[in-house]
């Protein structure tokens, strides 16, 4: 069972490039990685998801280095209703690694 | 598609009382996902269905906590006798297969049990 570990909170200002570190040193061959937003009073949402290098939408990036031990979501240039809790999953599919949430990473934006 | 829809959104009960949360997953999702979320522990998966079966239901707390899954578009997660400490936020999900697909979350139900 892939752990993750993230910081608690992070602090940024309006039109910053803002980088959300996540660690996972034990991730199987077979994990993906996933994002998840929420904003305060609602359910998570889908960010993003990968399995190495590179992977963009239209909302952020996610970059994997090739060891896959961590990943790093890229949020580009955020406004406050980028305030929210940003969650890192690790697992492969039919394992409940990938359904573990945790804290999260807590993003307060600032005008 | 009106996304996972869950009733009621809020729910006040005193000790004791039997708590009964619903859920309707989105039309043509397979698997669906009962998580607890509270200031202490996160976000607590409790279980997940696939096909209208439990797969895992590991993180359900104690025997007091049951669910269902009748049919394709119904769940339910059921708490009797309810406590205090069961008060939280409970969020349904559901994605077209498994974990690893996008889940879609439902609004909530906030429980508080007095």
């Known amino acids: 069972l892939a752990k993750t570990t993230q910081p608690i909170s992070m602090d940024s200002y309006e039109g910053q490039e803002v980088n959300i570190t996540c660690s996972h040193n034990?991730?199987?061959?077979?994990?993906?990685i996933t994002w998840y937003q929420q904003f305060p009073s609602q359910g998570p949402r889908f960010i993003i998801q990968?399995?190495?290098t590179k992977v963009t939408n239209e909302v952020a990036s996610l970059f994997i280095p090739a060891d896959r031990k961590s990943s790093t979501l890229s949020l580009p240039r955020v406004s406050l209703s980028d305030t929210a809790v940003y969650y890192c999953?690790?697992?492969?599919?039919?394992?409940?690694?990938?359904?573990?949430f945790g804290k999260g990473t807590k993003l307060s934006v600032k005008p | 598609d009106a996304g996972v829809i869950q009733s009621p959104r809020h729910e006040v009960t005193e000790m004791g009382q039997e708590v009964t949360l619903r859920c309707k997953p989105i039309?043509?999702?397979?698997?669906l996902f009962w998580y607890r979320q509270t200031m202490m522990r996160g976000l607590e998966l409790l279980i997940y269905?696939?096909?209208?079966?439990?797969?895992?239901d590991s993180g359900m707390p104690e025997d007091r906590f049951s669910a269902k899954m009748p049919n394709a578009s119904f769940s339910t997660l059921k708490i009797q006798p309810s406590e205090p400490r069961d008060s939280a936020v409970y969020f349904c999900?559901?994605?077209?297969?498994?974990?690893?697909?996008?889940?879609?979350f439902g609004p909530g139900t906030r429980l508080t049990v007095l």
């Open positions: 269905f696939n096909n209208n079966v439990p797969i895992d």
């Open positions: 990968g399995y190495k």
């Open positions: 034990n991730i199987a061959t077979n994990d993906y």
């Open positions: 999953l690790v697992g492969e599919e039919g394992s409940q690694g990938n359904l573990i």
């Open positions: 039309s043509g999702h397979n698997s």
């Open positions: 999900a559901s994605s077209f297969q498994g974990g690893l697909d996008e889940q879609f």
